[in-house]
């Protein structure tokens, strides 16, 4: 297997029992650290996927290393700790750990454990890699979906939530006549009776952020008896 495993431990009796299981299971790439110190710099240049972390170690706690793990990497972060205590599993999930495995363990639940962390980030970048950055640009605004932020000719817009999600559905339908009923359903998330009062302040403060004279619009429309539609301006 490619995948890289860091054991942390500084009971070395642990990390060899470990590291063999792991060959076993067809594990190759794995380094050894025996303190925190060592952990983290076997860890910012060595990129493992998946670290076996010890919390009790001679320098520093396990829980210290995670934090600064986080401060460089995503990988999973499974802790080892003799302690059964919920105040420290607690601790160590709340530093950014992914697991916690209590000692006296089996080396193969822990090998078990790892490959359930491989597999979730495998899920992951199958997912990241199905969901495209999305920019979406009508005109002057454009839309970074990803950051859920809004921009009119590259200044950021403050917009509330309601703002962005009337925005962002009407920059997704460009020149579409939405009715007031659709927005609600949308943006607000129901299906009851529509408050036309609601829609239209909303309306009114959106028009406020992108337009260039509010009481004016030339891409957020009206259609009288209809709905509104977004269309890129400048109109004739």
Same mark, same amino acid.
């Given at each position: 297997?490619? =995948?890289? #495993?860091?054991?942390?431990?500084?009971?070395?009796?642990?990390?060899?029992?470990? &590291?063999?299981?792991?060959?076993? =299971?067809?594990?190759?790439?794995?380094?050894?650290?025996?303190?925190?110190?060592?952990?983290? &710099?076997? *860890?910012?240049?060595?990129?493992? !996927?998946?670290?076996?972390? =010890?919390?009790?170690?001679? /320098?520093? /706690?396990? %829980?210290?290393? *995670?934090?600064?793990?986080?401060?460089?990497?995503? *990988?999973? #972060?499974?802790?080892?700790?003799?302690?059964? !205590?919920?105040?420290?599993? #607690?601790?160590?999930?709340?530093?950014?750990?992914? =697991?916690?495995?209590?000692?006296?363990?089996?080396?193969?639940?822990?090998?078990?454990?790892?490959?359930?962390?491989?597999? $979730?980030?495998?899920?992951?970048?199958?997912?990241?890699?199905?969901?495209?950055?999305?920019?979406?640009?009508?005109?002057?605004?454009?839309?970074?979906? !990803?950051?859920?932020?809004?921009?009119?000719?590259?200044?950021?817009?403050?917009?509330?939530?309601? &703002?962005?999600?009337?925005?962002?559905?009407?920059?997704?339908?460009?020149?579409?006549?939405?009715?007031?009923?659709?927005?609600?359903?949308?943006?607000?998330?129901?299906?009851?009776?529509? *408050?036309?009062?609601?829609?239209?302040?909303? #309306?009114?403060?959106?028009?406020?952020? %992108?337009?260039? !004279?509010?009481?004016?619009?030339?891409?957020?429309?009206?259609?009288?008896?209809?709905?509104?539609?977004?269309?890129?301006?400048? $109109?004739?």
């Amino acid at each position: 297997m490619s =995948d890289k #495993i860091l054991l942390v431990d500084d009971e070395k009796d642990i990390v060899t029992l470990l &590291e063999e299981v792991l060959i076993k =299971d067809g594990f190759s790439h794995i380094r050894k650290a025996h303190t925190g110190q060592s952990a983290l &710099e076997i *860890c910012a240049e060595y990129q493992p !996927d998946v670290v076996i972390l =010890d919390i009790m170690l001679p /320098d520093m /706690d396990g %829980i210290e290393v *995670c934090k600064k793990i986080r401060e460089f990497s995503h *990988c999973s #972060i499974l802790f080892l700790s003799s302690k059964n !205590d919920d105040v420290d599993k #607690i601790l160590g999930l709340a530093a950014g750990g992914d =697991d916690y495995v209590t000692k006296p363990f089996s080396p193969k639940e822990v090998v078990y454990r790892i490959k359930s962390q491989l597999r $979730r980030q495998q899920y992951t970048q199958i997912e990241t890699a199905g969901e495209q950055a999305k920019t979406l640009s009508l005109g002057t605004i454009r839309i970074d979906t !990803d950051a859920s932020c809004a921009y009119r000719e590259d200044e950021l817009l403050e917009l509330t939530a309601k &703002e962005y999600g009337l925005l962002l559905y009407l920059m997704e339908n460009p020149n579409k006549i939405i009715s007031k009923e659709r927005l609600y359903e949308q943006v607000w998330g129901e299906d009851s009776v529509v *408050c036309d009062n609601t829609i239209m302040v909303h #309306i009114r403060h959106l028009r406020e952020k %992108i337009e260039k !004279d509010a009481s004016d619009p030339e891409m957020l429309l009206t259609v009288k008896g209809l709905g509104y539609k977004l269309v890129e301006g400048n $109109r004739v």
